[in-house]
C-alpha cells in the first residue's frame, strides 16, 4: 500500500511515512473504487471494515421497509465511516452507504487496534487519537441534525439548517453538499413541500439560491 496516499490524511495525523506504512499493514488496508449509486455497505450486514473516502463522497442514509429514506450525512473525501461497527466487530450496519459519485475508498480492520499486547506501536496510539477526535465531530454534526428536523414547520427546518451552514462558513453565501432531493431526505421533508417554500422565501426577499449556492439576506435569519 502507497504511504503517499494518506499522508496528508486526518486519520493519519502525526505519523511519519513508515509508521503509515505499518499501519496499513497491519490492519489490511485496501482499496476499492465505486460507481455512482453503488451501495458500499448494506444495513442489516456486521463490517469489520471501517471505510475512508480517498475521493469521491458517499452518503450515509436509513432506508426503512416501506421505501423512505432518510440522508444522515455525507462523507467526503479525507473522511471516514462505519468506525463504530468495525469495532464492535459483529454488530450489524444500521445504515446504507452508497456512493455519491464515482468514489475511491481505503478500507482498515481497525478492530486490531483493540487487541491487547504489551507494546503498542507509536502510530496505534496516534492512530485511536485521531479517530477518537473525528468521531466526536461526527457526533457533532449527528446532534445538530436533530436540531434541523425538530422544528415542525418546513420553513423553519430550513431556517435551521442555512443558518447552521451560515454561521459554519462565516458567510452568508454558500454551498451546500446536497442536491434538492437530498436535501429534503436530509430534512426530513416532503421534495415537492421544500420546493415550494424555498421558492416563497425567495419571494418574500429572505434568500436566493441557485441548485445548491445560497445567500441568505441581511437578518433574514
Same mark, same amino acid.
Given at each position: 500500500?502507497?504511504?503517499?496516499?494518506?499522508?496528508?490524511?486526518?486519520?493519519?495525523?502525526?505519523?511519519?511515512?513508515?509508521?503509515?506504512?505499518?499501519?496499513?499493514?497491519?490492519?489490511?488496508?485496501?482499496?476499492?473504487?465505486?460507481?455512482?449509486?453503488?451501495?458500499?455497505?448494506?444495513?442489516?450486514?456486521?463490517?469489520?471494515?471501517?471505510?475512508?473516502?480517498?475521493?469521491?463522497?458517499?452518503?450515509?442514509?436509513?432506508?426503512?421497509?416501506?421505501?423512505?429514506?432518510?440522508?444522515?450525512?455525507?462523507?467526503?473525501?479525507?473522511?471516514?465511516?462505519?468506525?463504530?461497527?468495525?469495532?464492535?466487530?459483529?454488530?450489524?450496519?444500521?445504515?446504507?452507504?452508497?456512493?455519491?459519485?464515482?468514489?475511491?475508498?481505503?478500507?482498515?480492520?481497525?478492530?486490531?487496534?483493540?487487541?491487547?499486547?504489551?507494546?503498542? +506501536?507509536?502510530?496505534?496510539?496516534?492512530?485511536?487519537?485521531?479517530?477518537?477526535?473525528?468521531?466526536?465531530?461526527?457526533?457533532?454534526?449527528?446532534?445538530?441534525?436533530?436540531?434541523?428536523?425538530?422544528?415542525?414547520?418546513?420553513?423553519?427546518?430550513?431556517?435551521?439548517?442555512?443558518?447552521?451552514?451560515?454561521?459554519?462558513? +462565516?458567510?452568508?453565501?454558500?454551498?451546500?453538499?446536497?442536491?434538492?432531493?437530498?436535501?429534503?431526505?436530509?430534512?426530513?421533508?416532503?421534495?415537492?413541500?421544500?420546493?415550494?417554500?424555498?421558492?416563497?422565501?425567495?419571494?418574500?426577499?429572505?434568500?436566493?439560491?441557485?441548485?445548491?449556492?445560497?445567500?441568505?439576506?441581511?437578518?433574514?435569519?
Amino acid at each position: 500500500m502507497n504511504a503517499g496516499l494518506f499522508q496528508n490524511n486526518t486519520l493519519f495525523t502525526g505519523m511519519s511515512a513508515d509508521e503509515i506504512g505499518q499501519a496499513c499493514d497491519a490492519l489490511e488496508a485496501r482499496v476499492k473504487k465505486y460507481r455512482k449509486g453503488e451501495t458500499v455497505l448494506f444495513a442489516g450486514e456486521p463490517t469489520e471494515m471501517m471505510g475512508l473516502v480517498l475521493s469521491g463522497s458517499v452518503t450515509i442514509e436509513n432506508n426503512d421497509i416501506w421505501g423512505n429514506r432518510t440522508i444522515l450525512s455525507i462523507v467526503k473525501a479525507n473522511g471516514f465511516f462505519a468506525e463504530t461497527y468495525a469495532f464492535l466487530g459483529n454488530e450489524p450496519v444500521s445504515v446504507d452507504v452508497t456512493a455519491n459519485e464515482p468514489s475511491e475508498i481505503a478500507f482498515f480492520r481497525v478492530h486490531k487496534l483493540m487487541e491487547d499486547h504489551p507494546f503498542p +506501536h507509536t502510530w496505534e496510539t496516534k492512530m485511536i487519537r485521531s479517530i477518537l477526535k473525528i468521531s466526536m465531530q461526527k457526533n457533532l454534526v449527528l446532534a445538530r441534525r436533530s436540531f434541523h428536523i425538530s422544528p415542525k414547520s418546513v420553513r423553519g427546518r430550513i431556517m435551521s439548517y442555512l443558518g447552521t451552514v451560515s454561521l459554519q462558513k +462565516h458567510s452568508k453565501e454558500f454551498d451546500i453538499p446536497f442536491d434538492r432531493q437530498q436535501l429534503a431526505d436530509y430534512l426530513n421533508v416532503d421534495r415537492t413541500a421544500l420546493s415550494k417554500e424555498l421558492g416563497r422565501m425567495r419571494a418574500e426577499g429572505i434568500l436566493e439560491f441557485r441548485k445548491n449556492h445560497f445567500i441568505l439576506k441581511e437578518d433574514s435569519l
